[in-house]
């Protein structure tokens, strides 16, 4: 069985989750998920960054010790997940003691080898973004362009990692697609913008604290704490058992992607695989970066005050839907604004008009004509064949590009389709003249249905599994699509039996009318 590993950012636990958090890792469960039904063994790493100076202030404005903090912090983003309903295999927090061993031991190793050096060092480091800046890299008022603050000069003696000396090696691992150990950094322009900034140059990191106690003691000089991006970086290695469990490292290293926002891509398509390279490790084969949840024009962010929560969103529309809304508004990759109006209107459009409406006037039908029982019928697939052509062709390309709004719109259009023929057939009208068609058409447009929930199934897991009970279906879904994604070949005889019982359930999706 073939692996695949993905893995999302692990979150600062300063404050509680938010949209954009959901975003990514509902956009990399999407995707584990898809994997699982294409027969991969996945593993999906998520977790918490626990450890920084950022955390430490938090917990002093908050009047808590920092411990205090990350275990009720990170507890929520928990809660998060399993409201989402997150399929992750492990949930990793960098304050565990399996990453302490693992930072330590990796740290040691780039030392031994000559990388790690002490110097004196004196430049502006923003805590919100946990890293140094140089002037230029400001805005004109001399602050982040992320958090708008002004950057705060620091001076100490700490050590330096020997980033300049991986230029070269990372630029063909980065521009050959042909070296072995070709890194994918999506989309094109932020590979683009990686590599003009790579060819000018690179200066070496500071890798360690001296005046912060919050973070894991560096194993050669106790006094010094290991910084806080390279001990959460290494946590994509400890999650899948560095040092201690080499079984499960070897099956599952290098990561097949990172998935994350573009605020932090230069840490992972940068600074991670040098790291990983003078450590001596495989690199990863893909670094996935999506654009920004913007509300009017503004990054959605827990410093600026302006989001919205995951429970909002499932207060209002229901886990799967919140989960589909909040891949398929924008698309993946550059920034977009969000807003009540926006996902409100994807819902109606989307689910309750177009699929909501097929699965209520289908089984309507056939209540009405057939007493709720699957009608027998001959030459039952053709239109499931139809739907067949329009997801091979655009919804699991898009799904393997990791482009989960495009595959949503291939299942809309196959949706689209489906009611189309309804409306082409106009079966009640066949009822009066000609009732001898009806059972192929009812029995069509279940079949077709069924494919499509298939293809739901990563998106919205609960609601598919609920219409594959409700339409009649086959077995198990999830074994079933399974089987199907195999070798995309439709079962002889439709998905569905003839003489199955389905279910009437009332509305699925309830239109909602925006004030
Ligand atoms: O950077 N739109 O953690 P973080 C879209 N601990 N995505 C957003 C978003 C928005 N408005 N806001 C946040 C860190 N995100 C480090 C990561 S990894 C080794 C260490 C998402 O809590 C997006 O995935 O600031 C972004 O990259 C991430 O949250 C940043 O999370």
């Given at each position: 069985?073939?692996?695949?590993?993905?893995?999302?950012?692990?979150?600062?636990?300063?404050?509680?989750?938010?949209?954009?958090?959901?975003?990514?890792?509902?956009?990399?469960?999407?995707?584990?998920?898809?994997?699982?039904?294409?027969?991969?063994?996945?593993?999906?790493?998520?977790?918490?960054?626990?450890?920084?100076?950022?955390?430490?202030?938090?917990?002093?404005?908050?009047?808590?010790?920092?411990?205090?903090?990350?275990?009720?912090?990170?507890?929520?983003?928990?809660?998060?997940?399993?409201?989402?309903?997150?399929?992750?295999?492990?949930?990793?927090?960098?304050?565990?003691?399996?990453?302490?061993?693992?930072?330590?031991?990796?740290?040691?190793?780039?030392?031994?080898?000559?990388?790690?050096?002490?110097?004196?060092?004196?430049?502006?480091?923003?805590?919100?973004?946990?890293?140094?800046?140089?002037?230029?890299?400001?805005?004109?008022?001399?602050?982040?362009?992320?958090?708008?603050?002004?950057?705060?000069?620091?001076?100490?003696?700490?050590?330096?990692?020997?980033?300049?000396?991986?230029?070269?090696?990372?630029?063909?691992?980065?521009?050959?697609?042909?070296?072995?150990?070709?890194?994918?950094?999506?989309?094109?322009?932020?590979?683009?913008?990686?590599?003009?900034?790579?060819?000018?140059?690179?200066?070496?990191?500071?890798v360690s604290r001296a005046a912060l106690e919050w973070g894991i003691p560096v194993p050669f000089d106790q006094?010094?704490?290991?910084?806080?991006?390279?001990?959460?970086?290494?946590?994509?290695?400890?999650?899948?058992?560095?040092?201690?469990?080499?079984?499960?490292?070897?099956?599952?290293?290098?990561?097949?992607?990172?998935?994350?926002?573009?605020?932090?891509?230069?840490?992972?398509?940068?600074?991670?695989?040098?790291?990983?390279?003078?450590?001596?490790?495989?690199?990863?084969?893909?670094?996935?970066?999506?654009g920004f949840f913007t509300s009017n024009g503004i990054k959605m962010s827990k410093s600026l005050g302006n989001?919205?929560?995951?429970?909002?969103?499932?207060?209002?529309?229901?886990?799967?839907?919140?989960?589909?809304?909040?891949?398929?508004?924008?698309?993946?990759?550059?920034?977009?604004?969000?807003?009540?109006?926006?996902?409100?209107?994807?819902?109606?459009?989307?689910?309750?008009?177009?699929?909501?409406?097929?699965?209520?006037?289908?089984?309507?039908?056939?209540?009405?004509?057939?007493?709720?029982?699957?009608?027998?019928?001959?030459?039952?697939?053709?239109?499931?064949?139809?739907?067949?052509?329009?997801?091979?062709?655009?919804?699991?390309?898009?799904?393997?590009?990791?482009?989960?709004?495009?595959?949503?719109?291939?299942?809309?259009?196959?949706?689209?389709?489906?009611?189309?023929?309804?409306?082409?057939?106009?079966?009640?009208?066949?009822?009066?003249?000609?009732?001898?068609?009806?059972p192929a058409c009812i029995n069509s447009y279940l079949q077709a249905t069924a494919l499509i929930i298939i293809?739901?199934?990563?998106?919205?897991?609960?609601?598919?599994?609920?219409?594959?009970?409700?339409?009649?279906?086959?077995?198990?879904?999830?074994?079933?699509?399974?089987?199907?994604?195999?070798?995309?070949?439709?079962?002889?005889?439709?998905?569905?039996?003839?003489?199955?019982?389905?279910?009437?359930?009332?509305?699925?999706?309830?239109?909602?009318?925006?004030?």
């Open positions: 069985m073939r692996k695949y590993y993905i893995t999302t950012p692990i979150y600062y636990v300063n404050d509680i989750p938010h949209i954009g958090h959901s975003y990514t890792t509902i956009a990399s469960d999407i995707l584990a998920r898809w994997k699982r039904l294409n027969n991969f063994d996945v593993f999906f790493l998520t977790g918490t960054d626990e450890h920084g100076a950022k955390i430490a202030a938090a917990a002093k404005e908050k009047g808590k010790t920092p411990k205090e903090l990350v275990d009720e912090m990170s507890a929520r983003f928990k809660e998060a997940w399993k409201l989402l309903n997150i399929s992750y295999t492990d949930f990793i927090r960098t304050t565990e003691a399996r990453q302490d061993t693992a930072v330590q031991k990796f740290v040691q190793i780039l030392f031994d080898k000559g990388l790690i050096f002490k110097k004196k060092y004196e430049a502006l480091y923003c805590t919100g973004c946990e890293r140094f800046y140089s002037e230029k890299d400001l805005d004109e008022n001399g602050c982040c362009h992320l958090h708008k603050t002004k950057p705060v000069l620091q001076a100490e003696e700490n050590y330096f990692f020997k980033l300049s000396s991986f230029q070269n090696a990372l630029l063909e691992r980065i521009t050959d697609k042909n070296h072995k150990e070709y890194i994918e950094i999506q989309p094109e322009e932020r590979r683009n913008e990686i590599i003009g900034k790579l060819k000018l140059g690179l200066e070496d990191i500071s006094k010094q704490t290991v910084y806080v991006w390279v001990d959460a970086l290494i946590n994509y290695i400890t999650g899948i058992g560095y040092p201690s469990d080499e079984k499960t490292f070897n099956k599952y290293w290098p990561a097949d992607v990172h998935l994350m926002a573009k605020d932090i891509l230069w840490f992972h398509s940068v600074i991670w695989p040098a790291l990983l390279m003078g450590a001596g490790f495989a690199l990863p084969k893909k670094v996935s970066s999506h989001v919205i929560s995951p429970q909002e969103l499932v207060d209002k529309f229901g886990v799967d839907a919140a989960r589909y809304l909040a891949v398929t508004l924008i698309p993946f990759g550059p920034d977009g604004d969000i807003s009540w109006n926006a996902f409100t209107l994807k819902y109606n459009t989307d689910l309750a008009n177009n699929l909501g409406n097929l699965i209520s006037r289908t089984i309507k039908m056939a209540e009405k004509y057939f007493n709720l029982e699957v009608p027998n019928a001959q030459n039952g697939l053709e239109l499931t064949k139809k739907a067949a052509e329009i997801l091979n062709k655009d919804f699991s390309p898009a799904m393997d590009a990791i482009h989960p709004h495009k595959a949503a719109e291939a299942l809309q259009n196959a949706i689209t389709l489906v009611n189309q023929q309804i409306e082409n057939d106009a079966p009640w009208k066949l009822a009066k003249t000609e009732p001898e068609k009806l293809h739901l199934l990563p998106f919205m897991p609960e609601i598919s599994e609920k219409i594959w009970k409700i339409i009649g279906a086959n077995g198990n879904i999830t074994d079933t699509a399974k089987k199907y994604f195999a070798d995309k070949t439709i079962p002889e005889n439709g998905f569905i039996s003839a003489g199955a019982k389905l279910e009437n359930p009332g509305i699925l999706f309830p239109r909602i009318v925006q004030k």
